[in-house]
């Protein structure tokens, strides 16, 4: 009961949009027609205790049951099938253990068998009524055995379910329902994903303010990068975050890009509002991942509640017998952050993809060796100076080749570009190593000053 009001009340007050509340899980419904297999399975004298004997595999009782859930002829719903399989005796069912109730059950099931021995007759259940007729299969070798004559065998039943049925059917057109919101949602945030990358472009590169605009939005992509918010790479937390983790991320990246006012000093209101937008693109996203949650786990709680008034142990057949291409197997988070990494990350240039393999900075005079490695041309001075003939990455006997001509102009302007702060600091580093190669060690580094 306090889940039920829990969920409601979630419902309510977490600024859920209302098509998205109309659509979550119905758990109260599910409950009521819980109530009604329950009763379904008790008229029939297959309470929990006479399911969970009945159903362990390691019985010796003569009487057995299957149940399985199974997706339907031409439909993708799922049907529960409950499969009865009676040892009898001349006729009459034969186990001690049985309760009253279900003992009357078994017999009226002889009864079936001994009108029909062929295993051919049986009728429906109406769906109106909680009384459930077996329907006798068609009987098989497999399903009859000798104990020394012919007046013992195993005769296999199906027992309609009628409520059952009911209970998996609305539960699974929940999960079809909430699989269509989260296809719509997911390609709502994919094409606002693809417009939001088409404005920080335009900011980046087309404006008189690029440069400066440029270095806070990679500063931006930077932080969010390693704030990981949905989904973590490391080896410790690999996988989909959780909603709480989620928000705990998203409030540091914030928190980050505050303290180190990179939007407040955007000089483009275009760049300020691209940033707005893509913050709301993530809030959108971790609502959408709290919503999930929350419909997750209100099935976990229904089936928890169905195993544990039924024993028929459905909670872990549920997931892998419905057919759900969206809700219950993707991860719509991690989707949605690799079109982020595919259309937002890679507009702005990324320090880390033109850094020298060797001294892993900015690979300042970029030089392109014949192998197509490229490297700062100090790297490759020394690499050079210890008669070292073969390329770092690769082991090409090119290193020795590379003169003047390997520079790579088109690249090196492109970094000066996109980072002119990294080119001056590393140009300044590679002056103050070659003074002292020069003066040796007392060498001090002076900027040229014009008077």
């Known amino acids: 009961m306090k889940f039920a009001r829990d969920f409601k009340e979630t419902l309510a007050n977490q600024d859920f949009p209302p098509h998205w509340v109309t659509r979550a899980i119905p758990y109260g419904q599910l409950k009521k027609c819980l109530k009604k297999v329950q009763r379904e399975l008790r008229d029939l004298g297959l309470d929990p205790e006479t399911l969970r004997a009945l159903l362990d595999p390691t019985t010796t009782s003569p009487v057995a049951l299957q149940y399985h859930l199974k997706t339907a002829t031409n439909s993708n719903f799922v049907q529960p099938k409950l499969t009865v399989y009676v040892h009898l005796q001349d006729g009459v069912a034969v186990d001690a253990s049985l309760t009253p109730t279900s003992r009357g059950f078994f017999e009226r099931v002889a009864a079936e068998i001994r009108s029909d021995p062929m295993g051919l007759a049986g009728t429906h259940a109406d769906t109106q009524s909680t009384e459930t007729s077996p329907v006798l299969a068609s009987g098989h070798d497999a399903d009859r055995q000798a104990d020394g004559n012919d007046h013992n065998m195993y005769e296999t039943v ?182 982020m990494s595919q259309q937002l990350v890679t507009v702005v240039p990324q320090l880390n993809d033109y850094l020298c393999p060797v001294c892993f900075s900015v690979a300042y005079r970029p030089v392109r060796l014949d192998c197509g490695h490229v490297f700062c041309i100090r790297c490759v001075v020394k690499i050079q100076r210890r008669n070292e003939r073969h390329c770092p990455l690769c082991r090409a006997d090119v290193v020795m080749n590379a003169s003047a001509d390997n520079l790579d102009r088109v690249l090196e302007k492109y970094m000066k570009q996109y980072f002119a702060k990294e080119v001056k600091e590393k140009q300044r580093a590679n002056e103050i190593e070659r003074g002292i190669e020069d003066y040796g060690p007392g060498y001090t580094h002076h900027d040229c000053v014009v008077l």
């Open 158 to 339: 199906e027992v309609p379910l009628v409520f059952d049925a009911e209970f998996f059917d609305m539960l699974q057109s929940d999960v079809n329902n909430l699989d269509a919101l989260q296809t719509e949602e997911e390609g709502k945030m994919t094409a606002e994903v693809v417009e939001l990358g088409k404005e920080v472009s335009f900011v980046c590169r087309t404006s008189r303010f690029s440069k400066s605009d440029l270095a806070r939005w990679r500063r931006i992509f930077e932080l969010y990068l390693d704030a990981e918010v949905f989904f973590g790479t490391h080896e410790r937390d690999h996988g989909t975050r959780s909603s709480q983790m989620a928000l705990k991320q998203l409030q540091w990246f914030q928190a980050e890009v505050e303290k180190g006012h990179l939007a407040r000093d955007f000089k483009l209101r275009e760049s300020r509002m691209a940033f707005s937008r893509f913050v709301n693109l993530n809030l959108s996203l971790l609502k959408n991942l709290q919503f999930q949650e929350l419909n997750k786990l209100a099935i976990v709680k229904i089936l928890k509640k169905f195993d544990k008034r039924t024993s028929l142990g459905v909670s872990q057949t549920f997931r892998s017998a419905i057919q759900s291409e969206s809700f219950l197997s993707r991860d719509m988070a991690k989707d949605i952050c690799a079109q």
